[in-house]
């Protein structure tokens, strides 16, 4: 399978387009985050900023609640992560181990839930949590957030448990270990790495996520990151490029670091799900 | 369609799990089940069926009086209703405009992420970007690089000698272009990484096999890659196109739907309908639309594909 030079060539010409298509988008942020309003302003924008400052960084703070909209995305993020994951293990489980009629519902479900249109969950769910007197409220926004981060937590681990031999859990048994032993001192250690990765998947999606939290956080004291974020963006679509820049590049480190960490593991968790299931 | 049959069955399924016939779910199975069954029961196929509902009634928000059954009136003025045919068409556009440049950069990505390069780690490091970034900020982002002055795009095409600068997201006939971009930016590295685990999945002596026979890269992508690769690349294709259709924050944040509703897709026109004005019933109508059409488009391409795979 040896390649000709010019092949060659022509692949890292390719890598090269990639390349600088995937980063430029982003280095751009970074640059007008750091750019003094003169140079913004200025009919010939650099890459490197001339005068790096970090005033963008300190007007984005004072123009909009940023620290308090961080706060609120955090508790939404966590909230969602853990009973996503605390519900979600023991259906997976029975998911991988058992098949009946319910899970292959729940299979079914988990397929289906990717395909409808948000808005025709959003309406209803905004009369009930109404009557619940769950608007604006992150306690709200977590309940959606569980029930949407749930298909794809089910779906990787799925896949994380399918890996775990069976037979582990049966020679378990067959040395009289009890099922809740097994499945606590057999499977749980071997899957934790997998419930760890599906938990901050689902961090990432709910610090992420903007529809709901638009349609369900009406003040700016619990509006989280991205909703805050928009209000950069005047009515009219006119933004004051600096401090939105340095807004958005804060909003995005987090899920940056923590997807960095878990990118493997999240791609192998996908491909289990949808290879063997 | 399916949505029905899925609910139906899970209905049958909870009724009958306790006498499953083959093998019989232990009690303790139960008590494993329902901490995750309730809510996904409650939140998310109650209100769907409660959205489906809702769509047959005249509701809207803040009113006094009681909400009422109209039977298919929704569905009668969302026939007529040019502007959300408009947003449909829309949405049409992008969704396929987003998902089959999507696949092929994608396809082609991985293809070179498969190869023994040596700035593969960099283009690995840098696919994670837009697939962790909040959507809110990729739309963001977008805005300053299209920014009319400010704006990189720009520069560079003043640089290299082409044109004088544009406000690519407010003109007319470039707004739904340059969305596009951005969507295809935002969703390819995703779908590449997708794409190259299937990629390695193929076993490499085939290929071997294959060049040794002679066969050219073409040969090799026809005859052994593009085989093996065909069943994850269609279910992603699938999948992107539905998410795609379904798209919000981005366009929200880079247009709002302008200018003149050019990239108003149907998702944002659901949204204002519902949460602008106010009317839940129609917006509900739309929401079933979106459905029902997704789930017939999505019905043709895979039937279709399938088919034309036994032949191949």
């Known amino acids: 399978m040896r390649t000709s030079t010019g092949g060659r060539i022509g692949q890292y010409l390719a890598l090269f387009g990639y390349l600088v298509f995937l980063a430029f988008p982003f280095l751009w942020l970074v640059s007008t985050a750091f750019k003094t309003p003169q140079e913004l302003g200025s009919p010939h924008p650099t890459w490197i900023p001339r005068d790096p400052t970090l005033a963008n960084f300190r007007q984005a703070f004072d123009e909009q609640p940023l620290l308090r909209a961080a706060g609120n995305s955090l508790l939404a993020a966590l909230g969602a992560a853990l009973i996503a994951v605390l519900i979600a293990t023991p259906l997976a489980y029975v998911m991988a181990r058992h098949r009946s009629r319910l899970t292959k519902a729940a299979t079914g479900w988990v397929v289906v839930s990717q395909a409808f249109p948000l808005v025709l969950v959003i309406i209803p769910l905004f009369l009930v949590l109404k009557q619940l007197r769950l608007i604006n409220s992150l306690s709200g926004l977590v309940m959606v957030y569980v029930v949407w981060a749930l298909p794809f937590a089910l779906w990787m681990l799925v896949g994380y448990v399918r890996a775990v031999p069976a037979e582990l859990e049966e020679a378990a048994a067959v040395d009289g270990a009890g099922r809740l032993r097994t499945l606590v001192s057999v499977t749980a250690p071997l899957l934790a790495p997998g419930i760890v990765a599906t938990g901050l998947f689902a961090f990432i999606t709910a610090w992420n996520e903007f529809f709901f939290a638009l349609v369900l956080l009406k003040t700016p004291e619990k509006q989280t990151l991205p909703v805050v974020l928009t209000r950069f963006i005047g009515a009219e679509g006119v933004a004051d490029l600096g401090p939105l820049a340095a807004a958005a590049f804060l909003a995005t480190l987090p899920s940056l670091v923590v997807f960095a960490v878990i990118q493997r593991r999240i791609t192998g968790g996908m491909l289990a799900g949808a290879v063997k299931s | ?312």
Request: proline share 5%; hydrophobic share 50%.
């Open chain 2, 1 to 312: 369609m399916t949505l029905v049959t899925a609910t139906k069955r899970s209905a049958r399924g909870t009724a009958r799990a306790d006498g499953g016939r083959r093998r019989p779910p232990d009690r303790g199975a139960w008590f494993l089940v329902l901490p995750a069954l309730i809510p996904i029961l409650v939140l998310s196929v109650g209100p769907l069926l409660y959205g489906i509902l809702l769509a047959f009634t005249d509701a809207q928000s803040g009113r006094t009086e009681p909400t009422e059954w109209i039977g298919g009136l929704n569905f009668r003025d969302l026939l007529h209703d040019t502007l959300y045919w408009e947003s449909f068409r829309i949405g049409l556009v992008w969704a396929v405009g987003v998902t089959v440049p999507q696949f092929l950069l994608a396809l082609g990505l991985a293809l070179l992420l498969n190869q023994d390069l040596r700035l593969r780690w960099l283009a690995r490091a840098l696919a994670i970007i837009p697939w962790a970034m909040p959507e809110v900020v990729v739309g963001v982002m977008w805005r300053l690089v299209y920014s009319p002055d400010a704006g990189v795009l720009n520069e560079t095409l003043r640089d290299l000698g082409l044109g004088d600068g544009r406000d690519w997201l407010s003109g007319l006939g470039t707004a739904l272009p340059a969305v596009i971009v951005v969507g295809v930016w935002a969703g390819m590295p995703q779908t590449a990484v997708a794409l190259l685990a299937g990629l390695q999945n193929t076993p490499r002596e085939l290929h071997e096999a294959a060049a040794m026979d002679g066969a050219g890269a073409w040969r090799r992508f026809r005859t052994v890659t593009w085989p093996a690769l065909r069943p994850v690349a269609l279910a992603i294709t699938a999948l992107n196109f539905i998410w795609n259709f379904n798209a919000f924050a981005l366009v929200y944040v880079l247009t709002s739907g302008g200018p003149g509703g050019r990239t108003r897709l149907p998702m944002l026109f659901a949204y204002e309908e519902a949460f602008r004005y106010g009317q839940f019933g129609y917006a509900a109508a739309m929401g079933c639309v979106m459905v029902a059409v997704i789930s017939v488009l999505l019905a043709l391409f895979l039937v279709g594909r399938l088919r034309g795979g036994d032949d191949a």
